[in-house]
C-alpha cells in the first residue's frame, strides 16, 4: 500500500529525514511516534505531495510519488494538525457549562453555523 525507500529532506543545516525507510501493507494502521523535530511532519507532507524529498522514493497503492506526484495525490489524504476555521471550536467545559448553547448544538442545528464539522457519505 505504502513503500518509502530511502528518504531524506534536508531543511538548511537540519538534516530532517536520513534514508528513512518503511512499508505499510493493506490493512495495517502505522503510528509515527518521535520527539519534535524527528522528521514526522516532514514525512507526512512528502507523503501528501506537499513537499519534495531531496532523496529516495514513495509508493502509494503502486504509484510513484515522486515521479508522478498527481497520480499518486489522488489516493493520500492529510488530516491539518490546526482546527480550519477563523473561530475555535468550543471546548468541553463550555459544552459541560452551557449544554443549550448553539456552539455545542450539532453543526446542522446551530445558528450560523460554520462550515465544520462535515458529514461526510
Known sequence: ????????KRWGPV???????LRIEPG??????????AGKTTFARIVAGLERPDAGTV?????????????ARRLIGLAPRNWPSTRP?????????????PA??????APNS???????P
Do not use: K, Y
Open 114 to 120: 460554520p462550515p465544520w464539522p462535515r458529514r461526510w
Open 104 to 109: 455545542c448544538a450539532a453543526p446542522d442545528s
Open 59 to 71: 509508493v502509494a497503492a503502486g504509484a510513484n510519488l515522486t515521479t508522478a506526484p498527481r497520480s
Open 28 to 37: 495495517e494502521i502505522c503510528g509515527l511516534i518521535g520527539h519534535n523535530g
Open 89 to 101: 471550536p468550543p471546548s468541553a467545559r463550555t459544552c459541560a457549562s452551557t449544554a443549550a448553547s
Open 15 to 21: 538534516q530532517a529525514l536520513d534514508g528513512f525507510d
Open 1 to 8: 500500500m505504502l513503500t518509502v525507500t530511502g528518504l531524506r
